[in-house]
């Protein structure tokens, strides 16, 4: 079954911290890439961060420095640690596989719900 699970959004203040989670089949998570993108009201979803099988990492440039991503490849599950949030990171997260780290492009549509993440100024 193909599945992608994403929780650990919630409101906080400007400067907080949250850690999202998301729990991948096996099928979509072994030996892949995968990504986290976000979707604010009104806006296209844009790509954030990535991490290949291996740990390599790549960040779009607004939260490098402050967001962390990770993976542990026995529990497919992937985080994203989000320290000093900003109001411009409000919006929807989900979880993908993507077709390299470099680019962030997704592999599946998706169909998850996301998570959504509220940064109050």
């Known amino acids: 079954q193909v599945q992608l699970v994403e929780s650990g959004g919630g409101l906080v203040q400007t400067g907080g911290s949250l850690r999202l989670t998301c729990e991948a089949s096996p099928s979509i998570f072994n030996r892949r890439a995968m990504g986290w993108f976000r979707q604010a009201p009104g806006k296209q979803r844009e790509r954030v961060a990535a991490?290949?099988?291996?740990?390599?990492?790549n960040y779009i440039s607004s939260v490098q420095g402050r967001f962390i991503i990770s993976r542990d490849n026995v529990k497919n599950t992937m985080w994203l640690q989000m320290n000093d949030l900003k109001p411009e990171d409000t919006g929807v997260y989900y979880c993908n596989a993507v077709v390299g780290i470099a680019l962030m492009e997704p592999l599946l549509d998706f169909r998850g719900q996301g998570t959504q993440v509220t940064v109050s100024s």
């Open positions: 991490i290949s099988e291996f740990g390599s990492k």
